[in-house]
Nanobody, 126 residues
Framework: QVQLVESGGGSVQSGGSLELSCTAS????????MGWFRQAPGKERDRVSC???????YYTDAVQGRFTISRDNAKNTLYLQMNSLKPEDTAMYYC????????????????????WGQGTQVTVSS
């Protein structure tokens, strides 16, 4: 049984930083993509940043230069360092993983498949 557990969300003021973590268990693939997605109230879930086993990364334009994704393959743990946070970054953040065979064109797990965590809330106040 695959399980993804996120942690590290919270409330910060604009310009602040947070680091999200996601620990995966039960994955049987040796090569899989992992990523962070977010969903704000009234909006669709969308990609934030993704990373392959080999370290290739994707960032949505809105977070480029402010967020850094990384992973520790030995620990099956994914991280997202978020700096210079803005109120528009407020959302529920989800961790996802999928076999590399199912990744989408952005090196991300597919929005409609893969394995997903329960989410962690990030709130940025102005």
């Amino acid at each position: 049984q695959v399980q993804l557990v996120e942690s590290g969300g919270g409330s910060v003021q604009s310009g602040g930083s947070l680091e999200l973590s996601c620990t995966a268990s039960g994955l049987t693939e040796d090569d899989y993509v992992m990523g962070w997605f977010r969903q704000a109230p009234g909006k669709e879930r969308d990609r934030v940043s993704c990373i392959t086993t080999g370290g290739s990364t994707y960032y949505t334009d809105a977070v480029q230069g402010r967020f850094t994704i990384s992973r520790d393959n030995a620990k099956n743990t994914l991280y997202l360092q978020m700096n210079s946070l803005k109120p528009e970054d407020t959302a529920m953040y989800y961790c996802a993983a999928a076999s590399r065979y199912y990744r989408d064109a952005y090196y991300c797990p597919p929005l409609s498949g893969g394995y997903w965590g329960q989410g962690t809330q990030v709130t940025v106040s102005s």
